[in-house]
Structures are given as C-alpha cells and as structure tokens.
C-alpha cells in the first residue's frame, strides 16, 4: 500500500490506486483484504482508477476501538475525500452491505455495485441461523477463541467439516485468526441478515446488484431485493458464477456500469 488517509477518529486506512478515469472504491468482505479485491481491480482499471484498500482491524489499516458501523463509513467518506471527493463503490459480500449502508449515510457517492450481499431473506431459516451465529461469534471472540470464530463463519459459508478442519491444518490458518476479530465487524454491517428494504429505500443514486447464476437461489434472490428497495437498482445474474466469481467475468460488468 502506498498510501494512507486518516479515518475521523484517527485511524489509519491503507489504500492504493491503479487506472485512470472515475474513481470506484473496492470493497471486501469477511476475512478478506485488499488484496482479496486486487484481481478485480485489473480488468476494472481498463476505464477506471480503481481503489483498493484494507478496512480497518485488517492488513495495513489500523484500528481503534470500540468499533461501529458508523466509523466504517467514515473511512470510506475519508477514502472519497482523498480520491477527489466524490467516487463509485463496490462492495463483494458484506463488503457489499457496507456500500449500501455508506450510500444510505449521503455520502457523495456516484454510483453503488454489489455482489451477492449474502442476506438471507429467501433461505429458510435465515434469520435464525444469523441469529445464532451472532451470539456464537460473540462468545467465541469474547473468550479470545479466534480459531473457533473463524471455524463459525466458514460453517456459516456452507464450508464442510473436513474441510473446515484440513483449513485449521494449513499454513493459511494464522493469517485467518489474526483478522478473525473484524468478522464481528461484517456481522454488524450485515445486521439481522435480512434486506434492509426501508434503509435502501433512501439510496437515490443508481445501484447494481449482481449474483452468480451457479449460486444458491436464495443469494440472487437476496440481491434481486436490494435492486428492487432502492429507487434506481438493476439486476443481473452472471451464468456459471458462483460467490468466488471470476473477474474476467464480474469486471467488465462493473466497468460498462460505472464508466458507461
């Protein structure tokens, strides 16, 4: 990262830069950082400065507590400012509801894209499951239990048990504890799991919300309904992509969308 801006309340958010053209601002999800996003930014930065960065609790950002939503959407806000004061977002998975929600804020944002914000208004059960998951996330990272957090969200993911345990095994599975506290960061941006339809509802600027037509149907189903709550939303459905979409599928769609 070869840059940092200074979030409201002091904290440090490490962020870089690549194309040229409007400014669109790349947003992970859980257990991801920037360079989770940085493919996408490839074929993205063809007809747009593309900003990656690391949200806060996670790679070369800092962090304060105690946290909230609200000081996320800050560190976008400063990004924004940075960037030249106005920009387009984007947002993968919970990544996803946090762009909404920074939206949602006014913030100046030209135009907002998603993909597959995992609510889970279609899936049976969804809003108990998220329910449950947050009081156990809770208690996991409460009690300094950082594996077993992370052993909860991947089950969350639909991840199998052996493969969950094969992961604990593998050289990968330090990295995964050290930022294991910001999932309780993405369970907050995600709420109750469910739409926020009356939220949304206040988003003037156009949004896109795209899905994987390999993904479970209650994910494009979620993402159906963020483009219908808000008062300028499409959606698309991307044949053979599932939540780990390619992006050399998922760039040049965001690029005809924010660059026209």
């Known amino acids: 990262m070869d840059k940092k801006t200074i979030s409201a309340d002091g904290t440090p958010i490490a962020h870089e830069s690549t194309g040229e053209g409007p400014a669109v601002i790349l947003v992970s999800g859980a257990m991801s950082t920037s360079?989770?996003?940085?493919?996408?930014?490839?074929?993205?930065?063809?007809?747009?400065?593309?900003v990656v960065y690391d949200r806060r609790g996670r790679g070369e950002s800092g962090d304060t507590a105690p946290y909230s939503v609200e000081r996320e959407v800050e560190d976008l806000a400063a990004l924004i400012e940075a960037v030249g004061g106005e920009a387009a977002l984007c947002g993968i998975s919970s990544g996803g509801a946090l762009v909404l929600e920074a939206a949602?804020?006014?913030l100046p944002v030209r135009q907002a894209a998603v993909y597959e914000v995992p609510f889970a208004d279609a899936l049976?059960?969804?809003a108990a499951l998220y329910a449950e998951y947050t009081a156990d996330l809770t208690e996991a990272l409460g009690q300094g239990r950082r594996?077993?957090?992370?052993e909860l969200f991947l089950r969350l993911t639909g991840m199998a048990e052996q493969t969950i345990q094969?992961?604990?095994?593998s050289p990968m599975w330090a990295g995964m504890e050290a930022i294991a506290p910001s999932l309780a960061y993405d369970d907050a941006v995600m709420g109750d799991g469910l739409v926020p339809r009356a939220r949304l509802a206040s988003i003037t600027v156009p949004v896109l919300a795209v899905a994987g037509g390999a993904s479970p149907s209650w994910m494009r189903e979620g993402n159906r309904a963020i483009a219908q709550s808000v008062s300028e939303g499409t959606f698309r459905s991307l044949e053979g992509q599932t939540h780990m979409v390619e992006p050399a599928v998922l760039g040049p769609v965001l690029a005809e969308f924010f660059a026209g």
Request: with cysteine.
């Open 124 to 126: 049976e059960g969804g």
């Open 104 to 106: 949602a804020s006014g």
């Open 35 to 50: 360079g989770t996003v940085a493919p996408l930014a490839v074929p993205l930065s063809e007809r747009c400065r593309v």
């Open 147 to 150: 594996g077993d957090a992370v």
């Open 166 to 169: 094969g992961a604990r095994q």
